[in-house]
């Protein structure tokens, strides 16, 4: 079984940043994707970026520019540097991850969410 453990999160003002981080612990194994999902109040969770083994990225339009997602496959761990914050990034971010490339948002892993807070 692998747990995913996230930081990070909290409250800024517009314009600041942010890093979250998601570890990933247990029994590891290829985990092959990791990466950042969000959900704000009465919207549906949605992609914010995901990382691969090998380094393919893939960002939301929204935040393409802004946020920059990395990965330590050393520690089993992914970063989600988040700058330029809007306040309609204010989400609970949800880290993810799985053995292989999931469709859309089936991931087999997700951690308990980490609150982001943007003030304007």
């Known amino acids: 079984q692998v747990q995913l453990v996230e930081s990070g999160g909290g409250l800024v003002q517009a314009g600041g940043s942010l890093r979250l981080s998601c570890a990933a612990t247990?029994?590891?194994?290829?985990?092959?994707?990791m990466g950042w999902y969000r959900q704000a109040p009465g919207k549906q969770r949605g992609l914010v970026a995901i990382?691969?083994?090998?380094?393919?990225?893939k960002y939301a339009d929204s935040v393409k520019g802004r946020f920059t997602i990395s990965r330590d496959n050393t520690k089993n761990t992914v970063y989600l540097q988040m700058n330029s914050l809007k306040p309609e990034d204010t989400s609970v971010y949800y880290c993810?991850?799985?053995?292989?490339?999931?469709?859309?948002?089936?991931?087999?892993?997700w951690g308990q969410g980490t609150q982001v807070t943007v003030s304007s």
């Open positions: 993810a991850a799985d053995h292989g490339a999931p469709a859309g948002d089936e991931y087999t892993y």
């Open positions: 247990g029994t590891i194994f290829s985990i092959h994707t």
């Open positions: 990382i691969t083994t090998g380094g393919n990225t």
